[in-house]
């Protein structure tokens, strides 16, 4: 009986153990929402955005003729976007992406990632 206590007490000394373990495990954290850029009236709306690292963004053409977003870097480029057309990228590394319609090179924006 009392190796049957010795065990018992055991497994609730290590239960215990786990518990304050995960505890101390830090909270995971969601990842970032996606923010959305739209295209409207042969301009980029926010012109500028911040970031955090990890954060997808959408551009979402609202004009009535196509338009492009690409970036002078080559870290992405979409295709011809079309009336309501989207084109989503993960930026996936910190620092500054500009980038433009090159059907309409004067249409600029750029993206800063934290």
Not at 4 to 33: D, H, S, Y
Not at 36 to 52: C, G, L, W
Request: with cysteine; hydrophobic share 45%.
């Amino acid at each position: 009986m009392r190796s049957l206590n010795r065990i018992a007490m055991g497994v609730g000394v290590l239960a215990f153990a786990l518990l304050l373990a995960a505890a101390r495990q830090p909270a995971a954290q969601a990842p970032p929402a996606a923010v959305t850029v739209t295209i409207d009236n042969f301009s980029f709306t926010p012109k500028e955005i911040t970031i955090a690292k990890g954060t997808t963004v959408i551009w979402v053409n609202h004009d009535d003729v196509p338009h492009t977003v690409v970036n002078a870097d080559k870290a992405f480029r979409s295709k011809a976007l079309d009336t309501d057309d989207q084109f989503s990228f993960t930026f996936n590394d910190t620092g500054s992406f500009s980038y433009f319609c090159s059907v309409h090179p004067m249409m600029t924006g750029r993206v800063v990632v934290k």
